[in-house]
């Protein structure tokens, strides 16, 4: 018999539903065994881990590893990760490499002790500076004329007055000898005039000469002494005009670069010929806040070495004392638009370490903290309520104190709330807790080493010393 159609499309449908619904319940049933099987292999892993931490299988009555439950042969991947957890947990394996250690664990947390100090502690203040020369002079010609000789090297150190350059000096050697000349003829000419002057004072004696004759020659005399003396003035001026033509160093110091050379024409206003720098002493200048000007003006009065000047390259430190400098010079003014003041220091610089122009760190001591515990300042934990640190006693248990900051230099601080001699956490401070139990790593190497030099034969040739046992390989690798 022939069904409707209308019989036929229903079917069809109802064979759609239930396909679609194998489908979802097939989706449903994958997703629920990749879970399965995902757990499973989490807790082999876990497993797995715990197991590396034996050095060779346990075995007993009640933890046997070769036994169902350690062994976990239950034909499943859950089923055998379940037995390695339970095997690994039998013979007391040990979930993590942490456990038992840390703030919250049982065992001690390792750290690095040191013990506080009485002593000063200095307070300085760190700046920069620059060096400078006490003197710089730029050597210039006098008068207009030409370089015959350069008798210096660029860069050489001379003395006061010796000769750097010599100019052409004929014309003014000429002026010398003409200036000369006239001396002479003037000096002649004076002679002369004192000898008539003597004759009719003799004239006059006899009344041979009147006096207004004698009164006439007296003043001829005077007149040629005036030109005497002006002609002695003209030589002067001739030889100071000759020594212009050598040029000598006004100080003594190191020479700077030569801009001229023989044959060059100098004149008064033009370039330097040289400079020279005084290489010793030398400043050491650096700009102070107005705030330390009493400091700044006590150390002037005292001239004590109150400045360390370090080259600015090297690392400041206690143990590095830097060239010591008195203050010399405090500015007459403080610079409004910074806030500071000129402050110069003076280095007697014999061995010509210090260059002038030179970048150099600058340390200014103020005082010394004198009462109070020293302790390298990485030990001071900053926190919201203030600054601890951790004390352990000789329990070896750590307990925070407070504490307060009276001064801290080069990597060191001051403090007030605990005692010179008491122990201090330095490193490994991140993971103690208030009542911790801490342990020295100081003191623990000290022990190993001393263990190992009593067993020589252990450190060497023991097989359990450098390597574990063939069957403890051999199941870390089948695990």
Request: net charge positive; aromatic share 2%; charged share 20%.
């Amino acid at each position: 018999m022939n069904q409707h159609p209308f019989h036929d499309l229903h079917n069809a449908e109802g064979v759609g539903r239930l396909t679609t619904q194998n489908h979802s319940m097939t989706e449903h049933t994958l997703i629920k065994a990749g879970r399965r099987t995902l757990g499973a292999a989490l807790l082999a892993l876990l497993a797995a881990c715990g197991g590396k931490n034996e050095s060779t299988p346990s075995t007993g009555p009640s933890g046997s590893a070769s036994g169902p439950a350690a062994s976990g042969s239950t034909g499943s991947p859950a089923g055998t990760a379940a037995g390695t957890a339970a095997g690994g947990a039998a013979s007391g394996a040990v979930p993590g490499p942490a456990a038992g250690r840390g703030p919250t664990g049982g065992g001690p947390v390792s750290v690095t002790l040191v013990k506080a100090e009485k002593r000063s502690l200095p307070v300085g203040l760190d700046l920069t500076g620059t060096v400078t020369a006490r003197r710089t002079v730029d050597v210039r010609a006098q008068v207009g004329a030409t370089i015959r000789e350069v008798l210096v090297r660029e860069g050489q150190a001379v003395r006061l007055g010796q000769v750097l350059f010599r100019l052409d000096d004929r014309n003014e050697r000429a002026q010398l000898e003409r200036a000369q000349a006239q001396l002479l003829r003037d000096e002649a000419a004076l002679a002369d005039a004192r000898r008539q002057l003597k004759r009719s004072e003799d004239l006059l004696a006899q009344n041979f000469l009147s006096q207004g004759a004698v009164d006439i020659q007296r003043t001829a005399v005077q007149t040629q002494d005036a030109a005497v003396a002006a002609s002695r003035a003209t030589v002067h001026a001739a030889q100071v005009a000759l020594s212009f033509m050598t040029v000598s160093a006004p100080q003594e110091g190191r020479l700077g670069a030569i801009t001229v050379h023989p044959g060059a024409y100098v004149s008064p206003g033009g370039a330097a010929l040289v400079s020279i720098s005084q290489m010793h002493p030398v400043l050491v200048s650096f700009s102070l806040p107005q705030r330390h000007l009493p400091d700044a003006l006590a150390a002037l009065k005292s001239r004590q070495p109150v400045v360390e000047v370090r080259a600015a390259e090297e690392a400041a430190g206690p143990s590095k004392a830097g060239t010591a400098a008195a203050v010399v010079f405090v500015d007459n003014t403080v610079d409004s638009a910074s806030g500071t003041v000129r402050v110069r220091a003076e280095i007697d610089n014999q061995d010509a370490r210090w260059w002038p122009g030179s970048y150099v760190k600058v340390r200014m001591n103020l005082n010394s903290v004198e009462g109070g515990a020293v302790v390298p300042l990485a030990a001071v934990v900053q926190g919201a309520r203030g600054r601890t640190v951790f004390v352990v006693d000789e329990e070896g248990v750590a307990q925070a104190k407070p504490v307060e900051l009276l001064a801290m230099s080069d990597g060191l601080a001051a403090l007030k709330g605990i005692a010179p001699g008491d122990r201090v956490v330095l490193e490994g401070r991140q993971n103690v807790r208030n009542g911790s139990k801490v342990v020295d790593r100081g003191r623990e190497g000290a022990k190993a080493g001393d263990k190992n030099a009593d067993k020589p034969s252990e450190r060497a040739g023991s097989p359990g010393a450098g390597a574990s046992a063939p069957g403890s390989n051999k199941e870390a690798t089948s695990r």
